[in-house]
């Protein structure tokens, strides 16, 4: 799900692999071994001894398998994400591209991204799974991972009233994301209510042949509908849109959706930037922004375009983010007009469509007035 960067800290980076297959850690074992700064900290057999040897070994890393005893793969995960926060790469052969629900189950409970065992077994494709392993790790060991805290009593932080910034009634909202943005977006989304009454363009880098997967788990899990934009098609209030599998998504002069496979705009299709500028093309001040976690720089520019629309713009804050780039990038160009932790941005949006909703009826009524004279007089009025 990341997309592959150098790792400039120039250290060793320090791996636990928890898998209960000898054969499966041997040659975990040898795959990382093909890179010079990977050191392997630990192995555990189960979730159960790697809570107990992470405060240990202190890998920088967690690798683990999904379907072990005493402890799955899952649980662990949660667990580690509570008490030891850290990144995971999950490696199984229960991950596959066909098994989207076991998957997005991981990055859910905290996992940052997945490999899948070759279904032939590790061996079967060595030289291709290391590389790929190797590239994940490197790029884990320099992200910063927020725990996951059980419930506690006591409210949340109010968010802070958008209506006031923006210079013209909201008419959409785009959300773009990269790493660590499925969680992300789960959390944005969830907040917001079966009433809401703004249609919302959704843009997330992920690999090829999971965008579905993406859509369908969010659909489960969000009171609002989340689809798949459909060439030509109007954007429908109340609804989140997600672009097809590699696909860019638009908004086009006539206001309906255009999914093209042009060219990767700075390595990304879909590109968060093309997202948020056809917005700012079309809605003007009417266009909201929200750029949350991800690597890169992608979706700063289209920031700043909706921004100098007149645009509302919103950036996750460092503190929430699991990869604090794109939106730093938002900021550090003058396109972020709000900074916020992630845990306010959907209660947020949610008070925007209050406002949308409130503004519309307010209209509404000023309007009344004017028809009961057309019917009193006979003489239409606007």
Known sequence: MIQPSP???GRDIRVLIVDDSPLAVEILRRMLATAPEMVVA???GNGVEALK???EVRPDVVCTDLHMPKM???????EVMTRYPLPILVISV???????????QMLEAGALDILAKPRGGLQSDFDVTAHDLVTKVRILSGVKVIGRRRAAAGAAARPPSLARLAAAPPRIIGIGASTGGPQALENVLHHLSADFPLPLVCVQHIALGFMGGLVAWLAGRCHIPVRTAQEGAHPLAGTAYFPPDDRHLEIDDAGTFRCSDAVATAGHRPSVDLAFSSL????????????????????????LDIARAGGLTIAQDEQSSVVFGM??????????????????IGPALGELGDGHVSEAAA??????PQRQEARWTGNPKP
Do not use: C, W
Not at 72 to 78: E, N, P, T, W
Not at 363 to 368: D, G, I, K, Q, V
């Open 72 to 78: 799955s793969g899952l649980d662990m995960i949660r």
């Open 42 to 44: 630990g192995v555990a």
């Open 94 to 104: 229960s991950v596959q591209e066909d098994q989207k629900q076991n998957i997005f």
């Open 53 to 55: 040897l992470i405060p």
């Open 327 to 344: 939106p730093k990038r938002a900021i550090e160009l003058g396109g972020a007009r709000q900074v916020l932790p992630l845990d306010q």
């Open 363 to 368: 209209r509404a009524h000023a309007s009344e």
């Open 280 to 303: 700012a093309r079309h809605y003007g001040g009417a266009a909201v922004g929200v750029l949350l976690t991800g690597m890169g720089v992608d979706g700063a520019q289209g920031m």
């Open 7 to 9: 790792n400039g800290h």
